[in-house]
C-alpha cells in the first residue's frame, strides 16, 4: 500500500528473530533505502549478500540503491561484476551507461548504449541518454551585459563572454572574457581560461584557472587566477575549498590604479535549494599587498519549500560576520591647516577599498519563485537585517593655534538596519536557448547599490 514508514517499523520488531532469512533482510533493505535510511539499508543489503553471495538480482538492486544515492564508486564495481554474470543485461549496460555519463566517461557510456540498443533498437531510455551525452559535449557559449550604479557614486557598464566546452571527465575548458568601463572614465578587461577536471566516482572536482587583467587607467597588466577543489561529502553535501587572485574594483579609487586581492576561502553546502531545505556556511579571508586582511563569515539557510505547486515560497535566516585588520577611512577632501581652534567632523570614505569593523548581520530571508510555464520562471528573493550593527567610523578634526590640524579616526557602535531585494525573469527559449534577467538592489550603513543584468546562453 505504499506505506513504507510502518513497513519498516515492523520489519525492524521482528529482524532479529529473521536476520538469516533472505527475502525478510532483503525486503527490509529496500524499505529502509525507500525510507532514506541510507546507512541502515547499506547495512541489510551487505547482509543479505553474505547470506546469498550469488544473487545477482539482489546486486543488482543493490547497485541501483547505490547509483540514486550517489555512491558511483560502489555501484560501479558491483556492475563490473554483473556484466560479467547471466543475468539480463539491459539493466546493467543502462546503469553502466548512467555511471559513466557521470563519470564524464562518454565513450564508456556510448558503448554500453550501443550493446543496449541491440537488444532494444526503439528504446526511449536508451535514446534520451544518448541525446544527453551529446547535448553535454555540445559546445556553449554564454554572453552578458551588467549595468551597476551606487552612491559613491559611480557607474559601470560590464560585458562578459564566455566559451566553452565539455570534452570528459579530465578536459572541460572555458574562456572568459570580460570589459568594464567606469563613469570615471577607467576600463579593465580581464581574460582567462579554465580547466574542471572531475572525478565522478569520489565525488572530487578540481577547477584550475589562470589569466591577465589590464588596468587603462594605468597602462598595466596582471596577473589572475583561481585553484578550487570540491568534494562530495554525501548526497546533497559539497565542501569547497580554494584561493583565488584578482583585481578589486568596486570602489572609485579602486578602479584608477593596480589594487589586486587575494582570497582564500571555504563552502559547505547540504539540501537542495529548490526542493527541499538547505544550509550554506561559508568563510572568506581577502589579503591585500599593504599587509591588510578582512575576514568573513556566513551562514544561511532556506526551508523546504511551503506551497508544492507552481508558487513557491521559502524562509530562511542568515548570519555574517566582518572584520577587517586595519580600517582604512580617509578625509574625502584633503584638509588644510588653519589657526582657528576648534574640533569639527570631517567628511570620509572608504579608500582604496572597503574595510568593515565588526559588521555582524542577522537577517530573515524570504524566497518566491513563481513557474508561469516549463520554459518561464520568475523569483523574488528579499533579504532583511532585523538586528545589524557595526562600529561606524568618524573623522574628527582638532585644529590648534600653533601645532595645526590633527584627524583622528574614532568609532562607535551603531544599530542598522541593511536589506537586499533581488527579482530575475528565466526564459528558456528552446534546448539550445535561453534568456535571463536580473536586478538587485543593496542598502546598507555606508552605501547602496543597483546591479542589473541580462544574460543570454545557447548550446550550439
Known amino acids: 500500500e505504499n506505506k513504507y514508514e510502518p513497513a519498516g517499523l515492523l520489519l525492524k520488531t521482528y529482524y532479529a528473530k529473521n536476520s538469516t532469512d533472505l527475502e525478510y533482510v532483503w525486503l527490509y533493505a529496500y524499505t529502509a533505502h525507500l525510507n532514506k535510511q541510507d546507512e541502515l539499508a547499506t547495512q541489510l543489503y551487505d547482509r543479505a549478500i553474505t547470506i ?43 546503469l553502466d551507461a ?33 541525446q544527453l551525452i551529446k547535448d553535454t559535449k555540445a559546445p556553449f557559449f554564454q554572453a552578458e551585459v551588467n549595468y551597476l550604479t551606487d552612491n559613491q557614486p559611480l557607474e559601470a557598464i560590464s560585458e562578459q563572454i564566455k566559451l566553452g566546452k565539455f570534452q570528459s571527465w579530465i578536459f572541460f575548458p572555458t574562456l572568459s572574457i570580460k570589459n568594464y568601463n567606469f563613469s570615471n572614465s577607467s576600463q579593465v578587461i580581464e581574460a582567462s581560461l579554465s580547466n574542471l577536471i572531475q572525478f565522478g566516482s569520489s565525488g572530487i572536482a578540481v577547477k584550475i584557472e589562470g589569466g591577465t587583467y589590464y588596468n587603462q587607467a594605468i597602462n598595466k597588466n596582471n596577473l589572475i587566477g583561481e585553484f578550487s577543489f570540491k568534494k562530495s561529502l554525501s548526497k546533497k553535501t559539497n565542501l569547497e575549498i580554494g584561493a583565488n587572485r584578482k583585481p578589486y574594483i568596486a570602489t572609485i579609487i579602486s578602479t584608477t590604479y593596480d589594487l589586486m586581492q587575494n582570497n582564500v576561502f571555504a563552502i559547505v553546502e547540504s539540501g537542495d535549494i529548490s526542493k527541499s531545505s538547505f544550509i550554506h556556511l561559508g568563510y572568506n579571508q581577502q589579503f591585500f599587498a599593504d599587509q591588510n586582511s578582512i575576514q568573513t563569515f556566513g551562514a544561511w539557510g532556506l526551508t523546504k519549500p511551503i506551497l508544492a505547486s507552481a508558487m513557491k515560497i ?4 542568515g548570519f555574517s560576520y566582518s572584520d577587517s585588520k586595519t580600517i582604512l577611512y580617509v578625509p574625502t577632501q584633503p584638509t588644510h591647516t588653519t589657526t582657528t581652534n576648534g574640533v569639527s567632523v570631517v567628511d570620509g570614505e572608504y579608500s582604496p577599498y572597503f574595510t568593515p569593523d565588526n559588521l555582524m548581520i542577522n537577517s530573515a530571508i524570504l524566497v ?41 579616526l574614532n568609532s562607535s557602535t551603531t544599530k542598522i538596519s541593511p536589506f537586499d531585494l533581488e527579482f530575475s525573469l528565466n526564459f528558456q527559449l528552446n534546448k539550445k536557448l535561453s534568456i535571463s534577467a536580473k536586478a538587485a538592489y543593496f542598502d546598507t550603513y555606508y552605501y547602496n547599490s543597483l546591479n542589473t543584468m541580462i544574460r543570454l546562453n545557447y548550446r550550439f
Open 52 to 94: 546469498s553471495p550469488e544473487n545477482m538480482d539482489l546486486k543488482l538492486e543493490y547497485a541501483r540503491m547505490h547509483y540514486e544515492t550517489g555512491n558511483l564508486l560502489a555501484s560501479q564495481k558491483l556492475v563490473d561484476i554483473l556484466k560479467n554474470s547471466s543475468i539480463d543485461q539491459s539493466e546493467v549496460l543502462l
Open 98 to 130: 548512467n555511471l559513466n555519463y557521470w563519470n564524464g566517461k562518454f565513450d564508456k557510456a556510448n558503448e554500453s548504449l550501443l550493446l543496449l540498443k541491440k537488444l532494444y533498437p526503439n528504446s526511449t531510455i536508451t535514446n534520451e541518454l544518448t
Open 314 to 317: 521559502q524562509l530562511g535566516y
Open 368 to 408: 518566491m519563485s513563481l513557474d508561469l510555464s516549463k520554459q518561464f520562471k520568475i523569483t523574488a528573493k528579499g533579504n532583511y537585517g532585523f538586528y545589524a550593527q557595526a562600529n561606524t567610523p568618524q573623522l574628527v578634526a582638532n585644529t590648534q593655534s600653533f601645532d595645526g590640524t590633527e584627524i583622528d
